[in-house]
């Protein structure tokens, strides 16, 4: 696994708290663009070229997460919840505090064994709420001394190579879509002869309702504006094929119509240069039209006067859980339509 998607993965930056993912994007951006910027709302903002239209390039670089919220005299840690986390897979998984100081705290999210728990407690599912991390410290007195109120919590960090093309990480959703942004950026900054100016967006506090985007794209005002992003892929058991035919490794999926049309429907003349891009140049793609979730085009499409818009997402599997898996071939194919798409509405738009 190349370097670059290996420290997207594995740093930290649940929403509100993407000042360590921000540094790597803007280190990233600052060697390929001819200016970088981090706004007032924490977007990092690199630009390049220039020309008679506008193009945004976005990816949203926070994850979802939890953060501290009370400790007990005993020295367990509650939290709440950051962005879209299913309760049932909390216990028993292994997290980090992030402190002030940047100190990772290992700790366990606590779960009572089978063994004392009664009949009717094991029926209950469990709540989030009634969860505390466990890290070896006996006091809320020594734990205070090691993290505030208010520390982010992210799941232990983890990135590789699960077998060939297929690979797994933390927060996948969506920095693998940040590293596709960056060799997209890369591909352009070699091309001299793109009469645009292109800018790209890695966007803040997407999981807690698309806030980077709204922000982002006013400042930008852009004439076209991409997203890339992660879709929940539907090749494991328990999913019906009617219900999501997204497969790893045969291609982005061009998005179309996101939460049944409460999102974003992605209009008629963007949805047709992007699937001419995608059969034209031969690329690897599936449709994705979604009955449930939405990608910061939602916010950014229907922003100011209306910004065209189009989605590229990765499918991916697990999402918004501590692993997820992905394809190398799905991230190689969204750099690629995303250059091709962004060539064509620089002719055509
Ligand atoms: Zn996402």
């Known amino acids: 696994m190349e370097q670059l998607l290996k420290d997207l993965l594995m740093s930290n930056g649940v929403s509100g708290y993407e000042e360590h993912v921000a540094k790597i994007m803007s280190n990233a951006l600052s060697k390929i663009c001819s200016s970088v910027e981090i706004d007032n709302f924490g977007n990092v903002i690199g630009k390049l070229g220039n020309g008679k239209k506008k ?73 989030h709420t009634d969860m505390f991390i466990d890290i070896g410290l006996s006091s809320r007195e020594e734990v205070m001394k090691v993290l505030n109120i208010g520390d982010q919590i992210i799941f232990e960090p983890n990135a590789g190579v699960l077998h060939g093309d297929f690979c797994y990480g933390k927060a996948a959703d969506n920095r693998i879509s940040c590293y596709a942004m960056i060799k997209v950026i890369e591909f352009f900054s070699k091309i001299k002869d793109l009469d645009a100016e292109i800018c790209a967006c890695a966007t803040v506090q997407e999981e807690v309702g698309l806030k980077g985007g709204k922000t982002s794209s006013f400042k930008v005002n852009p004439d076209f504006a991409l997203i890339i992003d ?50 034209k140049n031969n690329i690897a793609h599936q449709i994705d039209i979604i009955d449930g979730g939405m990608t910061e085009g939602a916010i950014i499409y229907t922003n100011r006067e209306g910004i065209f818009t189009g989605i590229l997402s990765i499918p991916t599997r697990y999402i918004h859980a501590p692993a997820s898996v992905f394809n190398i071939k799905d991230i190689n194919s969204a750099i690629e339509l995303a250059i091709k798409t962004i060539e064509a509405v620089v002719e055509e738009l």
Not at 71 to 89: A, C
Not at 243 to 264: C, D, F, N
């Open 55 to 127: 193009i945004m390039i976005a990816a949203h670089m926070d994850e979802i997460g939890m953060v501290v919220k009370y400790v007990s005299e005993k020295g367990y840690i509650y939290f709440v919840k950051i962005g879209g986390v299913n309760d049932s897979i909390l216990p028993g998984k292994l997290v980090e505090i992030i402190n002030k100081k940047g100190e990772h705290i290992k700790g366990v999210i606590g779960t009572k064994p089978p063994h004392l728990t009664t009949a009717e407690e094991a029926r209950r599912p469990s709540k």
């Open 230 to 279: 992660t879709t929940p892929a539907g090749d494991m058991p328990g999913i019906e094929e009617k219900i999501s035919a997204l497969k790893l490794g045969k291609g982005v999926a061009i998005t179309m119509i996101e939460a049944a049309g409460r999102g974003t429907i992605v209009s008629q003349k963007i949805r047709r240069i992007m699937l001419e891009a995608a059969v």
